[in-house]
């Protein structure tokens, strides 16, 4: 089964406006972490913003907030005040606890959302 | 800041050629990953080390293999190359065993085209 779902398949909007990205997930760990990155054109992938799974209130980082709703296993990215820099793919990835190996683990991906900003 | 470094960030290989991806994670960070995006596509987990030992295994072919030295870089070797490797391969790094708030930061990617 998918552990990150991401199925709209491109967004646009206004310059200005606000827009959200939608992110599913599917864990048996009660112990997980969120991510959103920001994937430009010119390829690089950069970390946005962070949910841990026991974390009480929904994360900030400027612009990008995150809509955390721990029962329906949705973590949606909310971009404010959108800029034409903000058009991009937009991954939502996991991190699950790995507690009884105590590992590091692996980031996994969803497929992604294509952004695009208008002016 | 500092932030991990990637060579070559573009190579191209003709099939059945080896090629070597070189990785240098953020000083002091202890684990790397190795990622693979085909066009189009979702970064695929291939390989992590953590403290210079193989940590996790995803779904990285035989043909490739990776090593963390002990100045924590890292090398992705990949042989018998195919057509279908040609992708953007990023590295990764983070800081904390089993520290699920860390973030992997990640370079800005070798893009590998075989032709």
């Known amino acids: 089964a998918q552990k990150i779902t991401q199925t709209q398949p491109g967004m646009f909007v206004q310059e200005k406006e606000a827009v959200t990205l939608d992110c599913t997930y599917d864990?048996?760990?009660?112990?997980?972490?969120l991510f959103w990155y920001k994937q430009p054109s010119s390829g690089e992938m950069i970390f946005l913003i962070y949910?841990?799974?026991?974390?009480?209130q929904n994360a900030t980082e400027g612009r990008y907030s995150l809509n955390f709703q721990k029962a329906r296993k949705s973590a949606n990215l909310v971009i404010s005040a959108s800029q034409l820099g903000d058009s991009a793919m937009y991954f939502c990835?996991?991190?699950?606890?790995?507690?009884?190996?105590?590992?590091?683990?692996?980031?996994?991906f969803g497929k992604g959302i294509t952004l695009s900003v208008r002016p | 800041a500092a932030g991990v470094i990637q060579s070559p960030r573009h190579l191209i290989k003709e099939k059945r050629e080896t090629a070597t991806l070189k990785c240098y994670p953020i000083?002091?960070?202890?684990?790397v990953y190795w990622y693979q995006q085909g066009p189009g596509q979702d970064p695929q987990f291939l390989i992590s080390?953590?403290?210079?030992?193989?940590?996790d295994k995803g779904s990285i072919p035989d043909r490739f293999s990776a090593q963390q030295f002990s100045d924590y870089h890292s090398e992705l070797n990949m042989s018998s190359l195919e057509l279908g490797d040609s992708a953007l391969y990023f590295c990764?790094?983070?800081?904390?065993?089993?520290?699920?708030?860390?973030?992997?930061?990640f370079g800005n990617g070798t893009r590998l085209t075989v032709t």
């Open positions: 990764a790094s983070s800081l904390g065993r089993g520290v699920r708030r860390s973030p992997l930061h």
């Open positions: 864990t048996s760990d009660p112990s997980y972490g």
């Open positions: 949910q841990g799974s026991y974390d009480q």
């Open positions: 990835a996991m991190r699950e606890g790995r507690r009884y190996t105590g590992a590091n683990s692996k980031l996994t």
């Open positions: 000083p002091r960070h202890d684990t």
């Open positions: 080390f953590y403290e210079k030992m193989q940590s």
